[in-house]
Nanobody
Framework: QVQLMESGGGLVQSGGSLRLSCVGS????????VGWFRQAPGKEREFVAL????????KYSDDVQGRFTIFRNNDKLTAYLQMYNLGPEDTGVYYC????????????????WGQGTQVTVSA
């Protein structure tokens, strides 16, 4: 497992942008696939985006495709989620997670999870 810490959340107006960061501890982070998930109040946690260990393969939920971009800088042991054109429906706690296995990661069954960062989008 790796230790993960998210940052970059906050309050933004509808139509605005935010960039979330996920910093991993240890060199093992570079070997891990990293995903972003979110949980809105009263709802289950849902998949947002996923990137493989090298950064050359990504996957997005239909809700964020075209608005969000996931990327990583392994030299900085950091994965990012750039979010554009945010709407109130994007409000929630955003978590990053990591796993060595792409299939397991794509299924949402990741080993390591961060504590989350709150994103609030006002109408």
């Amino acid at each position: 497992q790796v230790q993960l810490m998210e940052s970059g959340g906050g309050l933004v107006q509808s139509g605005g942008s935010l960039r979330l960061s996920c910093v991993g501890s240890g060199r093992d982070f570079m070997d891990n696939n990293v995903g972003w998930f979110r949980q809105a109040p009263g709802k289950e946690r849902e998949f947002v985006a996923l990137i493989n260990w090298s950064g050359d393969s990504t996957k997005y939920s239909d809700d964020v495709q075209g608005r969000f971009t996931i990327f990583r800088n392994n030299d900085k042991l950091t994965a990012y989620l750039q979010m554009y054109n945010l709407g109130p429906e994007d409000t929630g706690v955003y978590y990053c997670a990591a796993d060595l296995n792409w299939g397991r990661a794509a299924a949402g069954l990741l080993d390591s999870w961060g504590q989350g960062t709150q994103v609030t989008v006002s109408a």
